[in-house]
């Protein structure tokens, strides 16, 4: 059975799961809603359970011989053909997920979704590129050779859901994988798009599933599945330990990206200006962004100078409708993370830190949070150890190069870090020592798709990016053939 499909704002969207490439509805639903407008029923979206997980998996075990002897060339041109479909299709994207999550259209119409097809074409082409590494050594010569390792199960979150769910289902594809995906449950219509475009590009039936539904239902009936042959996560640290353990009691390789708590250290020689315009950009999105910078670590010679830039530039912040140009701070996504987001504030008042500016909700009919930003009374503060995942900064200083340093550390997180500074040798000397996958100097959020990413500490297990990721979605075998072997 299939349920109709919805109409929203003119765009077409399945609330079913794609499973062998047909859609197929549940017994049960769950409401997904507006954060733009909460009393806005977008769909009621089919609600999986072990049955949609064990026919998903199922599909894509059976698909699996097919694709995978399809070769990298072969299934190249399936991933183009995909890549092709998401730009011509991006403003219909953009503007579901944007209805969806509330992410800002422009950016998702502008940059976000055309990073998804980015990385369908990027990894097709990687994959083709992949020259085995050869070496000799012991009198023998080594070939590393790369296997597709079988049906991949992908668990994704609900910010960016489009992108984040592309960045991993493509180098599973590349590398001779099938797939099941599982968006969040709070922005679950942008993915059901991409299958539209699967189906559209042809792909044989069962080689990439999706599944929509609750994470404690069907999502923990898909890492435990036993014919699951890689996990790959991106959500919370807490969410990330259970999947962990599910991959763990079935031996299966398994990465997670997850969340953050990112230093932004802006030195005394460096453009304050610049410094003061980035730091601002870590509200964009309602700083529901995992790689922001949220704790401003600022040298005390120009605190009182950045901290006035700071004020100047957030205040140019426009709250409101994420699909308008001029918006650039949009509502939280659901009521619970907003009551979330608003009891870190409270609590870090009742705490005695200080809340410097920002610190109320903008309306009470919304889910919009002001940008916000404390001065926590010790480095201890629950606001500056724990993620909050919104609007929310906290504002330091320090004295030096080695205290900079030592509070950029001083967390369980390492997924990002950003560092302005006008000295080059300062730049490597602080990068060097920061405890983070990924760190930007002078610039944020600039990625280059084949370097590896991921997190240290709570943010992350294993590398994603480039050969990283098709390695992790490979087996590997190493071929050891003695010299002298004749050839023929
Ligand atoms: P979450 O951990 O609550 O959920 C993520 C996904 O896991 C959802 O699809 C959910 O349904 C599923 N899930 C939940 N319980 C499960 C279970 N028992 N078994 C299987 N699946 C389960 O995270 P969220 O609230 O959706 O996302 C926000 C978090 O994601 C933040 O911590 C953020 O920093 C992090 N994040 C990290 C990155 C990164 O690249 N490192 C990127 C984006 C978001």
Not at 139 to 147: E, S
Not at 210 to 224: D, H, R, Y
Not at 237 to 249: C, L, S, V
Not at 419 to 424: D, G, L
Request: glycine residues 10%; proline residues 5%; contains cysteine.
């Amino acid at each position: 059975m299939t349920s109709p499909r919805v109409n929203l704002d003119g765009v077409e969207v399945s609330p079913d799961h794609f499973i062998n490439g047909r859609r197929v509805d549940s017994s049960h639903t769950f409401e997904d809603r507006s954060p733009l407008d909460w009393s806005w029923k977008l769909a009621d979206v089919a609600r999986g359970t072990t049955l949609e997980a064990h026919d998903a998996v199922g599909a894509a075990l059976d698909a699996f011989p097919a694709w995978a002897a399809f070769g990298v060339e072969g299934r190249g041109a399936f991933l183009d053909r995909l890549a092709e479909l998401i730009d011509a299709n991006i403003e219909r994207i953009a503007h579901v997920e944007c209805l969806d999550m509330a992410m800002l259209e422009d950016s998702l119409r502008l940059r976000v979704i055309a990073r998804g097809a980015r990385n369908f074409r990027a990894y097709a082409q990687l994959a083709r590129e992949y020259e085995a590494r050869r070496w000799s050594s012991n009198g023998t010569d080594n070939v590393v050779l790369r296997h597709p390792a079988g049906p991949t199960v992908v668990i994704t979150p609900w910010n960016a859901p489009f992108m984040l769910s592309t960045w991993k289902c493509a180098p599973a594809l590349a590398a001779g994988n099938t797939v099941v995906l599982k968006p969040a449950e709070w922005s679950p219509l942008s993915c059901s798009l991409l299958m539209d475009l699967v189906d559209e590009a042809g792909f044989p039936p069962g080689v990439f599933n999706l599944v929509q539904g609750f994470g404690e239902e069907v999502g923990a009936a898909l890492v435990n599945d036993p014919r699951a042959r890689r996990i790959s996560f991106t959500g919370s640290p807490e969410t990330g330990r259970i999947i962990g353990e599910a991959a763990a009691k079935n031996l299966v390789p398994f990465t997670a990206e997850l969340g953050g708590k990112g230093p932004f250290i802006v030195f005394a020689d460096a453009d304050l200006d610049a410094a003061a315009k980035m730091a601002a950009v870590m509200f964009d999105d309602g700083g529901q962004v995992c790689l922001a910078g949220t704790r401003l670590l600022v040298e005390a010679s120009i605190f009182d100078d950045f901290v006035e830039r700071f004020r100047v530039e957030t205040s140019q912040h426009v709250i409101g409708d994420s699909r308008h140009e001029a918006t650039t701070i949009s509502p939280l996504i659901h009521p619970e993370h907003f009551a979330r987001v608003k009891g870190f504030v409270e609590r870090a008042r009742a705490h005695g830190d200080t809340v410097l500016f920002g610190g109320e909700e903008v309306s009470r009919q919304g889910l919009w949070y002001q940008p916000t930003v404390i001065e926590p009374l010790s480095n201890n503060s629950e606001v500056v150890q724990r993620e909050i995942f919104g609007p929310v900064l906290t504002l330091q200083r320090f004295e030096n190069e080695d205290e900079a340093v030592e509070l950029a550390n001083s967390t369980k997180y390492g997924l990002s870090a950003v560092i302005y500074t006008s000295s080059q040798k300062r730049a490597v000397r602080v990068g060097e020592k920061i405890r983070a996958g990924t760190v930007w100097v002078n610039c944020f959020l600039v990625r280059d798709l084949t370097a590896p990413f991921g997190g240290i500490g709570i943010s992350g297990v294993g590398r994603e990016g480039g050969d990283y990721a098709l390695d992790f979605y490979s087996d590997l075998t190493t071929l050891q053939i003695k010299e002298g072997t004749t050839h023929g």
